[in-house]
């Protein structure tokens, strides 16, 4: 059973950073390819972020390109997402989610595991 815990969400301003976390356990880490969603109040859930499962390959939905980043450290089984430049439409719950693939695409249905999520509040 795949478990996935996120952390690192809180309220900033607007052009503050954030850096997220979720730790998976119950499997291995490196077999999963890992991406983040977020569903902003009113709104269905999204797409933000991808990540391979050996970390070479990244996607990014266009609204982030240029602030977020998204990394993994398989040793830690640990994936991060490094938001710059933080705006108030980032704000939103953000979850993040593992599918046993090389690669994870954008469709939640082929998600294996998703986390609880955390909120990330940016204000003006």
């Known amino acids: 059973q795949v478990q996935l815990v996120e952390s690192g969400g809180g309220l900033v301003q607007a052009g503050d950073s954030l850096r997220l976390s979720c730790v998976l356990s119950g499997r291995a880490f490196s077999s999963y390819a890992m991406s983040w969603f977020r569903q902003a109040p009113g709104k269905e859930r999204e797409f933000v972020a991808t990540i391979s499962r050996g970390g070479g390959n990244t996607n990014y939905v266009d609204s982030v390109k240029g602030r977020f980043t998204i990394s993994r450290d398989n040793a830690k089984n640990t994936v991060f997402l490094q938001m710059n430049n933080l705006k108030p439409e980032d704000t939103a719950v953000y979850y993040c989610?593992?599918?046993?693939?090389?690669?994870?695409?954008?469709?939640?249905?082929?998600?294996?595991?998703w986390g609880q999520g955390t909120q990330v509040t940016v204000s003006s």
């Open positions: 989610a593992a599918e046993n693939n090389v690669w994870a695409s954008r469709r939640q249905s082929d998600y294996d595991a």
